[in-house]
């Protein structure tokens, strides 16, 4: 699933945006951010793959990648005890004119049963 960071900044290849508002105060886009996945988050599969393409406002960025830290063993989010949800970081190279990715967090579990809470983790990989 394509997702832009916020609707308006730039124009994305996406199917929808985390955050509808076309500007975000600066003190509070860390928490909008995180707040905004956590609630995308609650409604994707568990196998998901989230391609996040993100613009520039780097409080939002990470907002929105601490959320999807913060719930890889829970096993409320979405009603799935494992997550294996993947996102995937956009971002747009201006020398090329393309978006690419190079960076993406997995979440996993282990062991792979009821009580992920206790076990989950996310890898990030470069590439």
């Not at 956590?38 to 959320?67: H, M, N, P, W």
């Not at 190279?93 to 989950?120: A, K, L």
Request: hydrophobic share 35%; aromatic share 10%.
């Amino acid at each position: 699933m394509k997702i832009g960071l916020i609707k308006g900044r730039h124009p994305l290849p996406v199917e929808s945006y985390l955050i509808e508002d076309e500007t975000v105060e600066f003190d509070q886009a860390h928490q909008i951010a995180y707040k905004a996945m956590l609630s995308f988050l609650g409604q994707t599969e568990k196998d998901e793959v989230i391609q996040l393409y993100i613009t520039g406002l780097t409080r939002c960025s990470l907002g929105a990648i601490a959320a999807f830290q913060n719930i890889a063993g829970d096993c409320n989010v979405g009603s799935n005890h494992t997550s294996n949800r993947v996102l995937e970081i956009w971002e747009y190279n201006s020398q090329t004119s393309q978006y690419e990715t190079v960076v993406q967090f997995r979440h996993g579990s282990v062991p792979n049963d009821t009580s992920v809470f206790e076990y989950g983790y996310v890898i990030a990989k470069l590439d």
